[in-house]
């Protein structure tokens, strides 16, 4: 038992540091995400993407958890660790990619690439803080630990998904309109 509250402190304490050493500072990396949930035509934050991208990834989970008794065990922590180690990676080069889209003449296109870019970077992070958690909960055995980390991962995880279809689908434009262009 001691050791699961020792793994519970040092991971906080990781959390906190992520959160509040000026050299990582990643709060400000989410607030442009945020920045990203807004009405093109209002300039003003979407509620329905707030809804759709914070909320209902949170609700999700609560239910799967506390109505449906889903608790994310040692195999499915595992499969979980890989899955979002090979989403990290495959983002981080995709990133890579998208660089080269970044000084386009076209304002929409700078401004599409820039917020896919945001995005992207989110949801490395999230996948890398899913990744860790995952990796943590093998050496879990207290149920409500175990429950608010299956919260956790499962909210990060249903987040994530929702970050790359918005990434899917803003990529597509990205080169869509880059086509049109070549076409003419």
Known sequence: ??????????????????LFNRKIYIIKIFVEQIKVFKNNKTQKISYFDIFSFIISPLALSFLMVFCYDFIIDKVLAEILTT?????FTLLFAFEAILVSKKDSANKVEKDVVKETFISIVVSSILSLIASILSIIIIFILDIIVLKVLSIVILALSFMNIMLLLMIIKRTFIVYMCDDKNNDK
């Open 83 to 87: 899955v979002f180690s090979l989403i």
């Open 1 to 18: 038992m001691n050791k699961e509250y020792f793994i519970i402190a040092i991971t906080i304490i990781c959390i906190l540091a992520m």
